[in-house]
């Protein structure tokens, strides 16, 4: 069982709601956002473009846009070289439109996931010299990549870094790959206001830089909304900047007759999108289509999307994409029943780290296998099957446990390893794989208290208390994300008065509670994994299913989010949780 808990704070909400005409219990939900100025609730809740950062401030992105402005006058070959997540290919997406739009002669080349793995390599820097390339410029990656920058330097090639990731130190300090110039807001000296962009993010400031100083400004169109996706997919905090550039760009993506690339209208029409577009769609129906693509065939198919001008031919490949997200979807599904039924049916929860080793899982979707298990069964885990040479692995982790430590308390069990406090990649020999278990567990510092998920919730409000109004001010808090989710309430001991289930599968409860004498609707879109375990502990074995057959009356604890029923436009309660 989750614990719940909610955080205080004093703060005059009578004011705040005044101040912006909204009701107090927004204005406490906003406090409780971190907003404790009026400069700070200004920024969150006006999220407009004249309040993002000049561009100049970030190290070496003046140097790297007149090595830019000079190589397209000149009319010498560049080449793009980006990442075959959805990051990389908006990344790319920027800079090669951006530079053709500039008259500039551009090429480009995304990383195969297997063949090549991530980022430059010194072998790619090789390829473009025999392809007359004159200026390489990454992005999304090359901060780690020393080598294919002492090979540009060799071959004489100018080499621009653009990257986000964080900077490989020593001893001795940062270990910065020796390129004509290295745009990286995490680096030391790098003075810029926000450290937290995507890549992509770093590239449209590239891009907006260089267009500004010609005084135009048709980039922000061309170029912001592609940022936004990468912003939401490669989950970077939805504050400050980031939240500028999403909340700008779905304004830009709005009207799908306004939207200027034909690739992305193809797939937003592939996957029969008719109203505009929110970050849900960025992430969750967007996103995954263009990582489908890398996952299973060749990132740059998302890229040829995007950069097709024919639509009837980006109507194929964006059909071609969807197709691609349902196999994506299947493999992913059957990789994770299979996870679960070795966990279900082994000792396995009584060790604190999950290994899991799935035969004939497709190593592209053991990260978001990792990542569903963690969830479910609040773990750190790793998902494990076969690579060419050995076992390849993906994991995700929970606070508190740091995954790319953990892996390098066991380095020498690995033939490579690699990633950050919660997530990290690796491979090991075959044989390996009980002592890695072994290892990993005996190693774990992990307290029996922190393998329980805490869910914060913003305060306990009567059902009464939720007005449409309200549900209308709390969309101001849109687009929701990493480090901004949406305003989340508690409300104990609900009247349960009736249940019915639907859905393809049935797992869908909609609900009548009853709160203080007056009867509300309500639907858990997970009812086996929320309601249903939650009357269960409560009241014993086999209530739930009495429950759906009618003999209701039971109350229980909820977490929900109020929302507008779009058929009967009436307030409903979203349960995302029960106790």
């Known amino acids: 069982m989750k614990k719940w808990v909610t955080t205080r704070c004093n703060a005059d909400f009578a004011m705040i709601a005044r101040r912006y005409k909204i009701s107090e219990v927004m204005a406490e939900v906003l406090v409780k956002r971190g907003l404790h100025t009026w400069n700070a609730m200004d920024m969150y809740l006006f999220p407009d473009m004249d309040a993002m950062y000049d561009p100049k401030l970030m190290k070496d992105l003046v140097k790297a846009a007149d090595i830019l402005k000079e190589k397209i006058a000149a009319g010498k070959k560049i080449l793009v070289i980006g990442d075959y997540d959805v990051d990389g290919i908006m990344s790319s997406y920027i800079l090669v439109n951006g530079i053709k739009r500039l008259g500039g002669s551009v090429s480009y080349r995304i990383p195969h996931r297997v063949k090549d ?3 430059i390599r010194d072998y790619m820097v090789e390829e473009a010299y025999n392809q007359g390339i004159d200026c390489i410029i990454t992005c999304d990656n090359g901060i780690s990549a020393v080598e294919a920058a002492d090979k540009a330097k060799e071959l004489e090639i100018t080499y621009i ?3 986000h990731h964080e900077v490989p130190s020593d001893e001795n300090g940062e270990i910065i790959p020796k390129a004509d110039a290295v745009v990286n ?6 003075k810029y206001p926000y450290k937290m962009l995507c890549g992509a993010g770093i590239a449209y400031k590239l891009m907006s830089y260089i267009y500004e100083e010609k005084g135009d400004k048709s980039y922000q169109k061309e170029l912001l909304p592609f940022a936004a996706i990468a912003t939401v997919c490669d989950v970077v905090p939805l504050e400050d900047e980031n939240r500028i550039i999403v909340s700008n ?8 007759n306004d939207i200027k690339c034909v690739g992305l209208k193809a797939l937003i029409d592939a996957q029969g999108i008719e109203r505009e577009l929110s970050s849900y769609d960025l992430g969750f129906r967007i996103g995954p289509c263009l990582n489908a693509a890398g996952r299973l065939e060749d990132a740059k198919i998302g890229l040829e999307l995007l950069l097709e001008n024919d639509i009837s031919s980006a109507g194929k490949m964006a059909n071609e994409l969807v197709a691609l997200n349902e196999d994506r979807k299947e493999l992913t599904a059957a990789a994770t029943n299979n996870a679960i039924k070795q ?13 899991i080793y799935i035969e004939g899982c497709h190593e592209s979707v053991a990260g978001i296998v990792a990542g569903r298990i963690r969830e479910k069964y609040y773990r750190p885990t790793y998902i494990l099957t076969d690579g060419e040479k050995g076992l390849k692995g993906s994991g995700r982790s ?44 005996e190693q774990c510092n992990l307290k029996e208290e922190e393998l329980i998920e805490t869910v914060t919730f913003d ?25 901004n989710p949406g305003a989340l309430f508690a409300k104990r001991n609900v009247i349960v008065k009736s249940v019915y289930m639907c859905g393809k599968e049935n797992q869908i409860a909609r609900l009548k509670l009853m709160d203080d004498g007056s009867v509300y609707d309500a639907v858990d879109f997970r009812a086996e994994e929320h ?3 939650a009357i269960e502990e409560r009241y014993g074995s086999g209530v739930w299913e009495d429950m759906k057959a009618g003999k209701c009356g039971q109350s229980i604890d909820v977490l929900y989010v109020p929302d507008i029923n779009d058929r009967y436009g009436n307030v409903q309660f979203k349960i995302v949780d029960c106790r």
Request: charged fraction near 25%; proline fraction near 7%; charge should be neutral.
């Open 117 to 119: 793995g991530y980022g």
């Open 161 to 163: 870094l653009t990257d």
């Open 185 to 190: 807001p995490k680096q030391k000296e790098c």
């Open 249 to 256: 760009g779905l304004k830009m993506l709005a009207d799908k």
């Open 343 to 355: 966990i279900e049916s082994t000792n396995a929860l009584n060790d604190p780290v999950l290994v």
């Open 398 to 441: 929970i606070p508190g446990y740091h995954m790319q430590q953990a892996l390098l308390k066991c380095k020498e069990l690995l033939t490579e390893f690699g990633g950050h406090a919660l997530a990290a990649g690796f491979s090991l020999p075959k044989e390996n794989l009980e002592i890695f278990r072994k290892t990993l567990n």
């Open 459 to 483: 305060k306990e409000l009567p059902f009464k208390d939720v007005s449409s109004g309200l549900v209308e001010q709390l969309k101001y808090m849109e687009p929701f994300g990493e480090k």
């Open 531 to 533: 309601i249903g375990p």
